[in-house]
């Protein structure tokens, strides 16, 4: 059973700065990403790491967010800079093993004034 457990979320004000963490249940040098689904939208990708630890970023975080990982710790992070209102959503951990997608619980960011 693979688990994730996300942390770091929480209310930010705009301009502001969050880390989440993801910590894995088993060994992280895998495919990952950071998802988000803000309130009557469709869950959107937010950035990926390559199994090798190449990342990606959507159009809309690029320059602001940074994915990086811990390998000894299997935890995978998102660093978050420079918050939008429009960041604001439910962030999820994916890992992807033996061709499946597991999902974490989700943690709330929301950047208001």
């Known amino acids: 059973q693979v688990q994730l457990v996300e942390s770091g979320g929480g209310l930010v004000q705009p301009g502001g700065s969050l880390r989440l963490s993801c910590a894995a249940s088993i060994g992280i040098m895998r495919d990952m990403g950071w998802y988000r689904q803000a309130p009557g939208e469709e869950r959107e990708m937010v950035a990926t790491m390559t199994a090798g630890g190449n990342p990606n970023y959507a159009d809309s975080v690029k320059g602001r967010f940074t994915i990086s990982r811990d390998i000894a710790e299997r935890t995978l992070y998102l660093q978050m800079n420079s918050l939008k209102p429009e960041d604001t959503a439910v962030y999820y951990c994916?890992?992807?093993?033996?061709?499946?997608?597991?999902w974490g619980q989700g943690t709330q960011v929301t950047v208001s004034s």
């Open positions: 994916q890992i992807r093993s033996l061709g499946q997608n597991f």
